[in-house]
């Protein structure tokens, strides 16, 4: 038992879900940790999805240390008060915290996590005229999975995700993206998935749906579909994985147009409800 509890506190604290980490947004340098309901969240069995407040999602994730020091990352978890802590481990592997001091802050940040490819405007609309006239209203969805009992990777390819949107009367003609904003995966043993590579997807409304070329990698890639619908109808949009190395937690985010598309419901997909023996959606 104690072994199965160190493993969790390892996954969960030491750099395995990304929300674990501290961070400096675009906006600020304000520090983001693991809250309590966060913890609790990746810790409840089977898959938890959630819409995030903040419209340009999550800015939690592993940030490089400011002077050019790159291989740095530095972990925090908040107690009860509000007081944050670094999160250590000596030689021996024991995780220890001590009151954290953020580093100052250079002119010049990334956006902390691992947010697949950069995006400019990863929710530029796309209208049949050409233009980009909408101004869209960005949702954030995350979905946390984490599964110990294997005590092992889970290393399926192919169908992983899928949520289904309705699209909203008197929705504009056009190309509404479905952009991957964050991805943070592990393994059982605690090691982050490296250089992920991403793949938009697109909702074609009255319109034929625009499709991006998937990068050619021998990475970790995930990929979104594309569909086509008109107002009223029900579209189902499913993210896709290839060259899986194994994985047993992860923090996924996507962002959408919520004026054109009114999040329905979501789950595992085919391969990944298989491999993870959880219930299939729809």
């Given amino acids: 038992m104690k072994s199965y509890r160190k493993k969790v506190l390892a996954l969960a604290l030491v750099g395995a879900v990304t929300f674990a980490f501290a961070g400096c947004n675009k906006s600020g340098g304000k520090t983001e940790s693991l809250t309590e309901s966060e913890l609790s969240a990746i810790l409840q069995p089977g898959l938890q999805i959630t819409l995030i407040d903040d419209s340009q999602g999550s800015s939690t994730g592993t940030t490089a240390a400011p002077s050019g020091n790159t291989d740095t990352t530095v972990t925090t978890v908040t107690d009860a008060n509000g007081n944050v802590f670094a999160v250590t481990t000596d030689a021996n592997g024991n995780v220890a915290t001590v009151p954290?001091?953020?580093?100052?802050?250079?002119?010049?940040?990334?956006?902390?996590?691992?947010?697949?490819?950069?995006?400019?405007?990863?929710?530029?609309?796309?209208?049949?005229?050409?233009?980009?006239?909408?101004?869209?209203?960005?949702?954030?969805?995350?979905?946390?999975?984490?599964?110990?009992?294997?005590?092992?990777?889970?290393?399926?390819?192919?169908?992983?995700?899928?949520?289904?949107?309705?699209?909203?009367?008197?929705?504009?003609?056009?190309?509404?993206?479905?952009?991957?904003?964050?991805?943070?995966?592990?393994?059982?043993?605690?090691?982050?998935?490296?250089?992920?590579?991403?793949?938009?997807?697109?909702?074609?409304?009255?319109?034929g749906a625009q499709k991006d070329q998937a990068p050619d990698t021998s990475s970790f890639l995930i990929t979104c579909n594309s569909v086509e619908g008109k107002p009223g109808d029900t579209v189902d949009v499913t993210f896709s994985i290839s060259n899986n190395s194994g994985f047993a937690a992860f923090d996924f985010q996507f962002q959408y147009d919520a004026s054109v598309l009114e999040y329905v419901d979501g789950g595992a997909a085919k391969e990944f409800a298989t491999s993870a023996n959880i219930g299939m959606y729809p």
């Avoid at 949520?163 to 059982?188: L, M, V, W």
Wanted: aromatic residues 10%.
């Fill in 100 to 207: 954290y001091v953020p580093p100052a802050t250079t002119a010049a940040q990334t956006n902390p996590g691992n947010p697949a490819q950069s995006d400019p405007n990863p929710a530029a609309t796309t209208t049949q005229s050409g233009s980009s006239t909408n101004t869209p209203k960005l949702e954030t969805r995350q979905a946390l999975w984490m599964d110990l009992t294997k005590q092992g990777d889970f290393t399926f390819n192919g169908q992983f995700l899928t949520f289904r949107f309705k699209i909203k009367e008197g929705a504009q003609a056009g190309n509404y993206p479905i952009s991957i904003t964050h991805t943070d995966f592990c393994t059982y043993d605690a090691v982050t998935i490296k250089d992920i590579k991403t793949a938009k997807g697109y909702v074609g409304v009255n319109a």
